[in-house]
């Protein structure tokens, strides 16, 4: 198992899915359109909520093509990575609307396994990965998000 690689996959898996929330904190509210329109569906909770937004769902796929050549990928493997890795978040608010669960409301797994799973499930090739590696990078990713999570909620960081 090459340790280097799974270091090199969380890093690009936190570059992803953190960059929404350095941005929102960075912006604010500037910019900030949420994905969905602010559509409610029939049963009265919102398509995904309002903290899935058009930029951070751009400046993660963006950034991500941007640090994809530090982690031996192309830019357009890197913007698919960032894409996925949203597509992912964006599966997972999805269902917690669908549960009738808040937005920012965290539910552990849910919250990270769509996330993580969608780009290195799709882009094996690319990323020269063993199954094994895969995991390893997924359940170290998994720790890493909820310690950081539990942090930011205990210093109040949306």
Known sequence: MRTWLITEL??????????????S????????RPLDGNRLLADG??????????????????LTAVAAPLFDLTWLQGASFGLLA???????????????LASGRSVPLLDQLPETLLPLSVLPP??????LEMFAAVAVFIVVDLLLSRLLRTLRVP
């Open 10 to 23: 969380i890093l690009l898996l936190i570059v992803a899915n953190a960059t929404p929330v350095i941005v």
């Open 25 to 32: 904190l960075l912006l604010g509210q500037h910019g900030n």
């Open 45 to 62: 909770h919102p398509l995904l909520g309002p903290s899935k937004t058009i930029r951070g769902v751009i400046a993660a796929v963006l």
């Open 86 to 100: 949203m597509l992912g978040d964006i599966g997972s608010s999805f269902t917690k609307r669908r549960l009738g």
């Open 126 to 131: 690319a990323l020269k990965m063993t199954p």
